[in-house]
């Protein structure tokens, strides 16, 4: 499967992005997805996972309440709604099909990701 990340951007502090990641080669209704950050001399951390029916999700504490993930199968792609944007938020972004089919933090447990896309936040 190959994933394909865009919808990164430059964006003020205070505002919004979305962020989807298109998935094509094979089908990802039956694996979780999971979106990652890294953000420039830190390591790459979890943001926020979605179970394979997009029913459950999990999120890291620093994008609860601001950060949204959400899938439509029928179109093989997961999003990722971030509102409320803040400086420290600004890294690349990742998605990745995760092995399991329930939301997982842990990257090891996934698999396939996508070559990133760059949230940059003025602020």
């Known amino acids: 499967v190959q994933l394909q990340a865009s919808g990164g951007g430059l964006v003020q502090a205070g505002g919004s992005l979305r962020l989807s990641c298109a998935a094509s080669g094979r089908a990802i209704s039956n694996n979780g997805m999971g979106w990652f950050r890294r953000a420039p001399g830190k390591e790459r951390e979890f943001v926020a996972a979605?179970?394979?029916?997009?029913?459950?999700?999990i999120s890291a504490d620093s994008v609860k309440g601001r950060f949204t993930i959400s899938r439509d199968n029928s179109k093989n792609t997961v999003y990722l709604q971030m509102s409320s944007l803040k400086p420290e938020d600004a890294a690349v972004y990742y998605c990745?099909?995760?092995?399991?089919?329930?939301?997982?933090?842990?990257?090891?447990?996934?698999?396939?990701w996508g070559q990133g896309t760059l949230v940059t936040v003025s602020s």
């Open positions: 979605v179970d394979w029916r997009g029913s459950n999700a």
């Open positions: 990745a099909q995760s092995l399991r089919s329930i939301p997982s933090q842990s990257a090891g447990d996934y698999r396939y």
